[in-house]
């Protein structure tokens, strides 16, 4: 059965030139969605098995000889391209050199992202993974200091009408639905917050943004992986680290922008898209000079 996305359904076609096929077997071997399978010493092509052709590309990817190629499900053989030289690619060490470089940024110059360098980040966070293929993530741009201020502006003033909710009255009544852990955030996080961006705004000052000049919006779709704007996001903040660029994930405003149907609405977010994730980008204004070791909750082999 043909597995349906935000951007895609039914099957990718596949066809394979038999004149250059030997028959290795790769194809078959990488292939999950399980159109491929071997009958003899042919690779046949039925898309009634598993899932039928998603569209992900590997075997044309892996195939030694170029014969076979895959149409649809946003997918095309314009988009297999060549690997890039082993000797271009980053090794560990200089991969976990740039993360460590890597620091969550809240002053910034004041000068803007150009459009070119956004573009590159755009373009980086394509080769993000995702749950299903084709990616269902999209991104709101929201560049130049004044849109992000009326981005701010709008997503605090959403936040003001709901702050009741996280007060004291709204906890007690909300905590038999939602649980400890709701009541605890909102006493500790969410409703001090709230109070601390809208006296910063009163003050004619952006504490949701922290006057960046650029804030990339992930979200996507209710059929990808609940996880993969998250994942593009990272990729953005490791392509934007490698630019000279700093940023920040804020994940205080997604969930206000899920619930608020006016903000989806001017911000072209579809009203059934999935919490998301937004990242703050911009010239660094402090310079680190020392990088700073993380640890994780846990870390347990079975």
């Given at each position: 059965m043909a597995l349906k996305?935000?951007?895609?359904?039914?099957?990718?076609?596949?066809?394979?030139d038999y004149q250059k096929c030997t028959a290795c077997g790769l194809c078959v071997a990488i292939c999950k969605g399980a159109p491929l399978?071997?009958?003899?010493?042919?690779?046949?092509?039925d898309q009634a098995r598993v899932f039928?052709?998603?569209?992900?590309?590997?075997?044309?990817?892996?195939?030694?000889?170029?014969?076979?190629?895959?149409?649809?499900?946003?997918?095309?053989?314009?988009?297999?391209?060549?690997?890039?030289p082993a000797a271009k690619r980053a090794g560990f060490d200089a991969l976990k050199n740039l993360m460590l470089s890597r620091r969550s940024v809240r002053k910034f110059k004041d000068k803007p992202v150009v459009r070119a360098v956004i573009e590159k980040i755009v373009d980086a966070v394509a080769t993000a993974p995702m749950g299903l293929p084709p990616s269902d993530v999209e991104i709101l741009v929201v560049d130049r200091k004044e849109k992000v201020r009326e981005f701010?502006?709008?997503?605090i003033a959403v936040m003001a009408k709901s702050k009741f909710l996280f007060g004291l009255?709204?906890?007690?009544?909300?905590?038999?639905l939602f649980g400890k852990i709701f009541a605890e955030t909102a006493a500790t996080f969410i409703y001090p917050a709230i109070s601390y961006f809208e006296e910063a705004l009163a003050r004619g000052e952006d504490s949701l943004f922290y006057g960046a000049p650029l804030v990339l919006y992930f979200h996507a779709s209710p059929y990808a992986d609940p996880v993969d704007a998250q994942v593009a996001a990272t990729y953005a903040m490791l392509?934007?680290?490698?630019?000279?660029?700093?940023?920040?994930?804020?994940?205080?405003?997604?969930?206000?922008?899920k619930y608020s149907g006016k903000l989806k609405e001017k911000y072209g977010i579809p009203p059934k898209n999935n919490q998301g994730i937004a990242v703050i980008f911009?010239?660094?204004?402090?310079?680190f000079r020392k990088a700073l070791k993380r640890s994780l909750g846990g870390v347990r082999y079975y």
């Amino acid at each position: 059965m043909a597995l349906k996305t935000g951007r895609a359904e039914g099957t990718a076609s596949v066809v394979i030139d038999y004149q250059k096929c030997t028959a290795c077997g790769l194809c078959v071997a990488i292939c999950k969605g399980a159109p491929l399978y071997m009958e003899g010493k042919k690779v046949k092509v039925d898309q009634a098995r598993v899932f039928g052709c998603i569209g992900c590309g590997q075997c044309m990817a892996v195939c030694p000889r170029d014969c076979i190629t895959v149409t649809g499900r946003a997918f095309s053989p314009e988009d297999v391209i060549p690997l890039p030289p082993a000797a271009k690619r980053a090794g560990f060490d200089a991969l976990k050199n740039l993360m460590l470089s890597r620091r969550s940024v809240r002053k910034f110059k004041d000068k803007p992202v150009v459009r070119a360098v956004i573009e590159k980040i755009v373009d980086a966070v394509a080769t993000a993974p995702m749950g299903l293929p084709p990616s269902d993530v999209e991104i709101l741009v929201v560049d130049r200091k004044e849109k992000v201020r009326e981005f701010a502006e709008d997503i605090i003033a959403v936040m003001a009408k709901s702050k009741f909710l996280f007060g004291l009255a709204g906890r007690t009544l909300l905590r038999p639905l939602f649980g400890k852990i709701f009541a605890e955030t909102a006493a500790t996080f969410i409703y001090p917050a709230i109070s601390y961006f809208e006296e910063a705004l009163a003050r004619g000052e952006d504490s949701l943004f922290y006057g960046a000049p650029l804030v990339l919006y992930f979200h996507a779709s209710p059929y990808a992986d609940p996880v993969d704007a998250q994942v593009a996001a990272t990729y953005a903040m490791l392509a934007a680290e490698s630019l000279g660029l700093g940023s920040c994930m804020i994940g205080t405003p997604a969930y206000f922008i899920k619930y608020s149907g006016k903000l989806k609405e001017k911000y072209g977010i579809p009203p059934k898209n999935n919490q998301g994730i937004a990242v703050i980008f911009g010239h660094p204004a402090v310079k680190f000079r020392k990088a700073l070791k993380r640890s994780l909750g846990g870390v347990r082999y079975y």
